[in-house]
């Protein structure tokens, strides 16, 4: 499995360095191009002109973050679930633990979603729009690093009182 792992890490990297290379050789023309627009521009206008050209640059590279960052997530839940089924046929009892596990975290992200506001909170000198869903998830991530806070201080405290 180690191996499979060490593949898919290498592909992963390579997409980087293609993309890197993507940015530097082929935008350099876009943002040569849009440097060499500027040259004639008044000083206000370049001004604008630079926020637009910076703007439209890196919203390629957010976009492409973005797109690494999911997939990765689903390589790894992939890998896991992969993982899982590869345990439930070797160790069942193995797979029943890991169930359970999974069941818990599911039912702690349910306890804190219904515990969660969908109040949004005044933020003073901002243009961001936040709606009620985003407010909701916002505070059920919360919660659940609360619950999570909790329940490893208690573990803590565990390990301190069989020491």
Do not use: H
């Amino acid at each position: 499995m180690s191996k499979k792992f060490k593949i898919v890490n290498y592909i992963i990297l390579g997409i980087s360095v293609l993309a890197i290379l993507q940015f530097f050789i082929a935008d350099f023309g876009f943002l040569s191009e849009g440097e060499a627009a500027m040259q004639k521009m008044e000083p206000d206008e370049k001004v604008l002109a630079v926020s637009s050209l910076a703007e439209e640059w890196g919203a390629i590279i957010f976009q492409y973050t973005v797109l690494l960052l999911v997939l990765c997530a689903l390589g790894a839940v992939g890998f896991s679930l992969y993982n899982f089924v590869l345990s439930a046929i070797d160790k069942p009892k193995k797979a029943l633990r890991t169930g359970i596990v999974v069941l818990g975290i599911g039912a702690m992200i349910f306890v804190a979603y219904v515990v969660a506001s969908d109040a949004i909170p005044p933020i003073l000198g901002s243009d961001i729009v936040i709606t009620n869903s985003i407010a909701k998830w916002v505070d059920t991530g919360l919660w659940v690093m609360y619950i999570t806070l909790g329940f490893t201080l208690l573990s803590v405290f565990n390990s301190f009182i069989y020491l």
